[in-house]
């Protein structure tokens, strides 16, 4: 299996663009889960999907951040507008059926967001 | 909330041994996550405790105690390539995750 597969590796942005970035899980896994990783506050759970459905948005920051889950095999992080401190590591992982409890996640390679 | 606690930085020698400690203080409890990050690179999956007592996996071993809210992981024979960040994380509904503790292997 080619693992969790996210685009892009990195991304570099002005203040105020749209940015969207893109997961594709592991075949088979029905959860999604999306984080971001700074030095400041370390790695934050932002949203979580079973089933293509969110489960749970309470980590989404604010209004400007979107994820939508349109199959099983796709999954979009948007920020818009962004901001300089949207910048972080942006993590997309997805585990197996069963109880997200038992089950560990595996991790995409992130995506390296840089707002200017 | 969540409270999860671990010692911000270890050095230790090669083929020594290191315990990373682990407290925690959250709403619900379904296990606890051990997660190793070397640098520039995604979080991989180390170990997983539910119920009290140690888990061995070949150099690793993590322990839990459900009434302490305390866990470690044990790295045991040191090699360089151990040197990274590990992340404990406590799973409710959803992980948590500590900020990490990063492991500095010298030779």
């Known amino acids: 299996d080619a693992g969790v597969i996210q685009s892009p590796r990195h991304e570099v942005t002005e203040m105020g663009q749209e940015v969207t970035l893109r997961c594709k899980p592991i075949s088979g896994h029905d959860y999604l889960f999306w984080y971001r990783q700074t030095m400041m506050r370390g790695l934050e759970l932002l949203i979580y999907f079973n089933n293509n459905v969110p489960i749970d948005d309470s980590g989404m920051p604010e209004d400007r951040f979107s994820a939508k889950m349109p199959n099983a095999s796709f999954s979009t992080l948007k920020i818009q507008p962004s901001e300089p401190r949207d910048s972080a590591v942006y993590f997309c992982?997805?585990?197996?059926?069963?109880?997200?409890?038992?089950?560990?996640?595996?991790f995409g390679p992130g995506t390296r967001l840089t707002v200017l | 909330g969540q409270n999860i606690d671990q010692p911000t930085e270890m050095t230790a020698t090669e083929g020594a041994i290191v315990q990373i400690n682990c407290t925690y203080q959250?709403?619900?409890?379904?296990?606890l996550f051990w997660y190793q990050q070397h640098a520039g690179e995604a979080p991989t999956f180390l170990s997983y405790?539910?119920?009290?007592g140690l888990e061995e996996k070949g150099r690793f071993s993590s322990f839990l105690s459900r009434s302490k809210g305390y866990s470690y992981l044990l790295l045991k024979e040191l090699q360089m390539k151990d040197s990274a960040s590990y992340l404990c994380?406590?799973?409710?509904?959803?992980?948590?995750f500590g900020a990490g503790t990063t492991v500095t292997v010298r030779a």
């Open positions: 992982a997805s585990s197996m059926p069963g109880s997200v409890s038992v089950n560990e996640q595996f």
């Open positions: 405790n539910v119920l009290d």
């Open positions: 994380a406590v799973n409710d509904y959803k992980l948590s």
């Open positions: 959250t709403s619900g409890f379904n296990g």
